[in-house]
């Protein structure tokens, strides 16, 4: 089970930090990822990080902003979203996957095998 935190409102330019606490299954064996909805857009891939930690993808849209890390003590992968903008307005998921960490299959939603329930992100101008 995933289970993602930390969603709300924010001013344009603020910051959020979303959080994923993952049960029932070896976290470490899971490539983890982000991605987000909104009424205006279909899914689209924010960012991936590998089982170790040690390597991450973003899109372009947020890259240099957003932040991706996990914990696997924890159990727990992370989104720190700084310098937030009215379109990343979303309701973000997280999403696990046992396969490789391979980009372009990462930034793909079909690759991914588990996933949360959501949680909000609203950017206001």
């Known amino acids: 089970q995933l289970v993602e935190s930390g969603g709300g409102l924010v001013q344009a330019g603020g910051s959020l930090r979303l959080s994923c606490a993952a049960s029932?299954?070896?976290?470490?064996?899971?490539?983890m990822g982000w991605f987000r909805q909104s009424p205006v857009k279909d899914r689209e891939f924010v960012t991936a990080i590998s089982r170790s930690g040690y390597m991450t993808y973003y899109a372009d849209s947020v890259k240099g902003r957003f932040t991706i890390s996990r914990d696997n003590a924890k159990n727990t992968v992370y989104l720190q979203m700084n310098n937030l903008k009215p379109e990343d307005t979303a309701v973000y998921y997280c999403?696990?996957?046992?396969?490789?960490?391979?980009?372009?299959?990462?930034?793909?939603?079909?690759?991914?095998?588990?996933w949360g329930q959501g949680t909000q992100v609203t950017v206001s101008s």
């Open positions: 029932g299954r070896t976290f470490s064996d899971y490539t």
């Open positions: 999403a696990g996957d046992r396969g490789p960490f391979v980009d372009p299959y990462v930034r793909r939603g079909s690759h991914y095998d588990y």
